[in-house]
C-alpha cells in the first residue's frame, strides 16, 4: 500500500471512530433526555416506595413500650408533610396509648397503582388496598382489609406518604 | 506514514540542487517523496534480511524516520480505539437506561390512553354492576357489550343468581366507582385497580353500601377497551 493510500485509510478509520463515538454519545443523550423515560422510572419508584411505606404505616408491634417506639419511629420516617407532622405531635399520646393497647398489627398491600403523577412538583397518588393482619394482646386474631388513598412527596429521601386517608369503608355505614 | 514529509524535504532538497530554477511540480514532489519511502522501505527489510544494496548511514538515517513514522500510527490507532470504546460505552450506558420493565408500561406516561382504559372500564363497571329488578335484561345486554372472554363466562354464570335475587328481593344495586388506577398499560392490554361503592336497596328497608376493590384485565379491540378478566384483589 503506498503511503497516501496508507494515510488516507488511517484518516478514514479514525472518522468512522469518531462518528462511532458519536453515534454512541448521541444515543446516550437520548436515553438521558428522554422525558417518558425518566417519567416511567418514577412512576415505577413512586409505585414501590409507596406501597413499601404504606405498608410500614399499617404495621406496629405493639409488644412493649420499645418496639412501640420502634413502630412509631418507623412511620415517621415513611412520612412526610403534613402527615409527618401530625405523627410527630400525637407521638407520646400514640405511644401511651398503643403500648396500653399492647396489639400488634402487619399490613401487606395486595394491590396498589398509581392514579397521578406529576414529575416536576414530585407529587403522586397512590390507591391501595392493605390486608391487615391484628394480633390482639388477648383475643383471635383477625383481618381486616382497607382501601386507602395516598399522597406521596418526593423527598431528598425518596418518595413519602404526605397524606393518607382511607377510602368509603363502607359495610353498612 | 506522516513522517515522510521528512523525506520529501530531503529528496526535494536534492532536486532544487539538481533543478535550482524551476520549483517542483505536485506530481515530481509525490513521487520523490512515494520513493523515498520505498527505499526506506527497502532499506528497512533489506537492513534486517539481505544487507543489499544501502550503506550504513543512510540504514541509520532511515531507523530514525521509521520510527518517527510509526509514532502518529501508534497514536492514530490508539486514538481510533479509544473513540470506539468510548462510543461503545456510552451506546452500552444508553441502552441500559432504556432497558428497564418502566418503559414497557404505558400507565401514566400515555395520559390519553391511560385517560381513556381508565374512562371505559369505570363506565363498564358501573353498567354491569347495576340493576333493578325490572331492568336486568338490561344490564345483561349491556354486559355483552363490554365483557369478553373469561369474565363474559363468570358473568353469565353468576347473573342468572342475581337476576333471581333481584326479582324476588327487589333489589335494586347501583355501582359506582370511586377510584380507579392503571397498574399497567401497553397497546394492547391493561390492568388496572377499581375502587367501587356499592349501594343495595331492598324495598321496604334502608339502603346499605358496601365496598368492593377489583383488579380488572382489559384488552384492546376494535379500538374499545373489553372487559376479560375480574379478580379480587
Not at chain 2, 86 to 99: S, T, V
Request: hydrophobic share 40%; proline share 2%; net charge neutral.
Amino acid at each position: 500500500m503506498s503511503p497516501r493510500a496508507g494515510r488516507r485509510a488511517g484518516w478514514a478509520v479514525l472518522l468512522v471512530a469518531a462518528l462511532l463515538c458519536g453515534l454512541g454519545a448521541w444515543s446516550y443523550g437520548q436515553a438521558r433526555g428522554d422525558r417518558s423515560l425518566s417519567y416511567a422510572k418514577a412512576r415505577d419508584t413512586a409505585l414501590a416506595e409507596g406501597r413499601r411505606h404504606l405498608a410500614t404505616l399499617n404495621s406496629l408491634d405493639g409488644g412493649d413500650a420499645k418496639r412501640v417506639d420502634d413502630g412509631l419511629r418507623a412511620w415517621l420516617d415513611s412520612s412526610t408533610g403534613p402527615l409527618h407532622d401530625q405523627l410527630e405531635r400525637t407521638r407520646k399520646a400514640d405511644a401511651k396509648s398503643l403500648t396500653a393497647a399492647g396489639d400488634t398489627a402487619r399490613g401487606k398491600v395486595t394491590s396498589a397503582a398509581l392514579t397521578a403523577l406529576d414529575e416536576r412538583t414530585g407529587t403522586a397518588e397512590l390507591i391501595a388496598t392493605v390486608d391487615v393482619d391484628v394480633t390482639p394482646r388477648s383475643g383471635a386474631a383477625g383481618t381486616q382489609r382497607k382501601r386507602f388513598g395516598a399522597t406521596l412527596a418526593r423527598t431528598a429521601d425518596g418518595w413519602k406518604v404526605k397524606a393518607l386517608t382511607a377510602i368509603g369503608t363502607g359495610g353498612g355505614r | 506514514m506522516n513522517s515522510t514529509g521528512t523525506d520529501t524535504t530531503d529528496t526535494t532538497d536534492a532536486e532544487d540542487v539538481a533543478a535550482p530554477t524551476d520549483t517542483p511540480t505536485d506530481t515530481t514532489a509525490v513521487t520523490a517523496a512515494t520513493d523515498g519511502t520505498g527505499q526506506a522501505d527497502n532499506a528497512g527489510t533489506a537492513g534486517t534480511a539481505d544487507g543489499t544494496g544501502r550503506t550504513g548511514t543512510v540504514d541509520a538515517a532511515d531507523a530514525v524516520d521509521a520510527s518517527r513514522r510509526r509514532w502518529p500510527r501508534v497514536l492514530g490507532a490508539l486514538l481510533a480505539v479509544a473513540l470506539i470504546a468510548a462510543g461503545g460505552a456510552l451506546y452500552a450506558e444508553g441502552r441500559q437506561l432504556r432497558d428497564t420493565p418502566a418503559t414497557a408500561n404505558l400507565a401514566l406516561t400515555d395520559a390519553e390512553a391511560t385517560a381513556r382504559v381508565t374512562g371505559d372500564v369505570s363506565s363498564a363497571l358501573g353498567k354491569i354492576f347495576s340493576y333493578g329488578p325490572g331492568s336486568t335484561a338490561a344490564t345483561r345486554a349491556a354486559a355483552k357489550e363490554v365483557l369478553a372472554g373469561k369474565a363474559l363466562q363468570q358473568y353469565a354464570a353468576l347473573f342468572g343468581q342475581v337476576e333471581r335475587q333481584s326479582a324476588d328481593q327487589k333489589l335494586t344495586l347501583t355501582t359506582e366507582v370511586v377510584r380507579a388506577g392503571v397498574t399497567r398499560l401497553t397497546g394492547r392490554g391493561a390492568h388496572l385497580l377499581v375502587f367501587l361503592d356499592q349501594v343495595y336497596e331492598r324495598r321496604g328497608r334502608a339502603p346499605t353500601t358496601a365496598s368492593a376493590q377489583l383488579t380488572v384485565t382489559a384488552e384492546l379491540r376494535d379500538g374499545r377497551w373489553w372487559i376479560v378478566e375480574i379478580g379480587t384483589t
